[in-house]
Nanobody, 125 residues
Framework: QVQLVESGGGLVQAGDSLTLSCAASGGSFSDYAMAWFRQGPVKEREFLAA????????PYADSVQGRFAISRDNAKNTLYLQMNSLKTEDTAVYYCARSPSRYYPGSSPLLYNYWGQGTQVTVSS
């Protein structure tokens, strides 16, 4: 059974940095592309960034381009999201997701078949 567990969320101030982690178990982590999404209050789930099994990242969402960075450590079965220069509008629940293949399937949440439970990030002004 594939399991994804996010951690690292919390309450920070605008301008701070935070790193999220997503620990994967129950499958061959290195064989699958991964992604980060977020969902704010009364908003749809938003694609942020993705990374293929070989470490290639497609373009980030405009809202986080230049501030966030996705990475993975296949030896540790862990996905990361480094978030810098956080803004109040970054407040959301952050989710990691696994693609059905080693390739980037696209930005729609419907294209990912495994999800973590989410971790809350709150950015205060």
């Amino acid at each position: 059974q594939v399991q994804l567990v996010e951690s690292g969320g919390g309450l920070v101030q605008a301008g701070d940095s935070l790193t999220l982690s997503c620990a994967a178990s129950g499958g061959s982590f290195s064989d699958y592309a991964m992604a980060w999404f977020r969902q704010g209050p009364v908003k749809e789930r938003e694609f942020l960034a993705a990374i293929t099994s070989s470490g290639i990242s497609p373009p980030y969402a405009d809202s986080v381009q230049g501030r966030f960075a996705i990475s993975r450590d296949n030896a540790k079965n862990t996905l990361y999201l480094q978030m810098n220069s956080l803004k109040t509008e970054d407040t959301a629940v952050y989710y990691c997701a696994r693609s059905p293949s080693r390739y980037y399937p696209g930005s729609s949440p419907l294209l990912y078949n495994y999800w973590g439970q989410g971790t809350q990030v709150t950015v205060s002004s």
